[in-house]
């Protein structure tokens, strides 16, 4: 890169939470027209970093910070979101920041739709004015087919499978005229291995245009293959500042968690001992009418005990498997349990059969925001086994065990690795992977005899993905709980189960053992056996 002098510096950045240390001293630049990756695991401060560069109203209302920020070689201090957005700063956050029933060009416009001239609008002004929406459309399109992807501008966000969702956040964002520098907080966790690398592409290409890039991402190979610069955060600090040479995933890794990372999770049991075992979960023709994910004719068996994969590219209906079972979208066919049928109809029927499902949208289904980490923990399995409640005069009167909701809540904060102030910590103060750890903890206090977990491990950085597979792995090892695992990361897949189902166009294309050949895989995703 021909730039030497910075476009964005941090200088001794300092922030903490209720006198907890988030950041410490940080300080790093970024140059036009660079991909600098910030990595560290859950926890580390990258999200809190970026929420201060980006003014967000978090950080003025816990104390604000100390340190200094660069734009362009002048102090800057954003108060609002809008401030970051006018100086030219895009952000794409972890969380979805859509408009669920605008279109995909309603939302990349949003706030800047052009007008349609008018007599009405010269006589009147503009409260007269109507939208441009002609213009909003190519507008919205040209920034789409900037990322090399296909969407239609005219669909609802609410329809949108969740890689769609994706790329719309982040075509919203280079549409804006003056952005300089692109903010990217996790862009490729919810996307396939074939999109991610549409997306890598395309930051490829905006960085040659002379943006520069802040990649924040737990896929490490990503990390190596794009970034110019890798910055490590490691409980706040800054432990690596590198140019990209030479480094391999493995020296990323360790540079976050400061220990070795173990890379392979797979005890398998002795084959023979699953092929023996009774059946638990029989699907005969499962149809699913998931947005985006439509699933049409899915039939497989699970055996007790097993871990059972399932994987296939984004929308071809992987996700809309568990999310119909448990009566979230409307679905038919056969589904039994334990040789009994459930009813789709009723999202109880599942729960009571003792089925726990730990969804891949943590934040719009999983997790009761506002509420603290103990009771998002123990609330599903109170209203559904009648857990963690005192009850008085035969069962007529039931009130809720704080005592029994606590221990709980500190049980899974510590086998899990929850990062938090205490069980008392409102879930949406979590960073997303400690998020997606409650909702495992939440599943587990169920103590279902299936379990489905769908993308566990979205979001979340390697260490943390380390321990998530091996709590799953032990989980079910020691408690012979049958877990189906729905994940776009194959070799996540590959980790741990016992089989793996392929879905390609809303049926199975294929059941493979874990240790098949890559290019088997490749070939049922790909629906190269059709």
């Known amino acids: ?200 592409e395309a930051l490829q290409r905006l960085a040659e245009q002379g943006i520069a890039i802040i990649f924040i991402s737990h896929r490490l190979h990503e990390v190596t293959q794009i970034a110019h610069t890798i910055v490590v955060l490691r409980d706040g600090k800054v432990v690596q500042n590198v140019p990209n040479k030479d480094v391999s995933v493995r020296d990323i890794a360790s540079w976050m968690v400061g220990r070795e990372v173990k890379t392979s999770h797979r005890e398998h049991q002795k084959r023979s001992e699953l092929e023996t075992a009774p059946e638990i979960l029989q699907i005969s023709h499962l149809w699913v009418d998931m947005p985006g994910e439509t699933v049409r004719d899915v039939s497989f068996s699970v055996r007790k005990g097993e871990i059972f994969g399932i994987g296939g590219l984004a929308g071809q209906g992987k996700l809309g498997i568990p999310n119909g079972i448990m009566g979230l979208y409307p679905a038919g066919g056969t589904v039994l349990f334990q040789g009994k049928e459930l009813n789709f109809s009723d999202p109880r029927s599942a729960l009571t059969a003792g089925i726990a499902f730990v969804s891949e949208d943590r934040r719009g289904v999983g997790l009761l925001l506002d509420e603290s980490l103990d009771w998002n923990i123990a609330f599903t399995a109170m209203q559904v086994r009648g857990a963690y409640l005192k009850k008085y005069l035969g069962g007529l009167l039931s009130f809720r065990d704080e005592k029994a909701m606590q221990e709980i809540a500190q049980h899974y904060i510590q086998q899990l690795g929850i990062k938090c102030t205490s069980y008392r910590q409102p879930a949406k103060e979590l960073s997303g992977g400690n998020q997606q750890k409650v909702c495992l903890s939440k599943a587990f206090a169920l103590e279902p005899e299936l379990l489905f977990v769908s993308e566990p491990s979205r979001g979340i950085d390697v260490g943390a993905k380390s321990l998530v597979l091996d709590t799953l792995l032990r989980y079910n090892r020691e408690k012979g709980t049958t877990i189906v695992m729905v994940s776009s990361e194959l070799e996540e897949l590959r980790s741990i189960c016992d089989r793996i189902a392929l879905v390609y166009e809303g049926k199975i294309a294929g059941i493979l053992e874990p240790d098949a050949p890559l290019e088997e895989f490749g070939l049922l995703m790909s629906g190269g056996n059709q």
């Not at 027209?33 to 978090?58: D, H, R, W, Y």
């Not at 408009?99 to 706030?111: C, D, H, K, Q, S």
């Not at 005219?154 to 969702?165: L, Q, Y």
Request: net charge negative.
């Open 1 to 200: 890169m021909a730039e030497t002098s910075p476009l964005l510096e941090f200088k001794g950045i300092t922030k903490d939470f209720y006198g907890t240390p988030v950041l410490q001293n940080v300080s790093f630049a970024v140059r036009k027209g660079e991909i600098c990756a910030l990595v560290g695991e859950n926890g580390a401060g990258k999200t809190t970093l970026m929420s201060i560069l980006f003014g967000m109203p978090v950080i003025t209302e816990t104390g604000g910070y100390t340190g200094t920020i660069y734009l362009n070689g002048r102090a800057v201090q954003f108060s609002s979101p809008m401030e970051a957005i006018e100086a030219g700063i895009g952000m794409v956050h972890q969380e979805f920041s859509l408009i669920p029933g605008f279109t995909a060009y309603e939302n990349i416009m949003l706030n800047r739709e052009p007008l349609r001239p008018s007599v009405a609008v010269e006589l009147f002004g503009d409260r007269l004015a109507t939208l441009d929406r002609p213009t909003m459309k190519k507008h919205a399109q040209r920034a789409i087919e900037r990322l090399g992807v296909t969407i239609d501008v005219d669909m609802p966000v609410a329809d949108m499978p969740i890689a769609h969702k994706q790329f719309t956040e982040i075509a919203r964002e280079i549409d804006r005229e003056r952005v300089q520098i692109l903010v990217l907080d996790e862009p490729t966790a919810v996307l396939t291995e074939n999109e991610a690398a549409i997306l890598l």
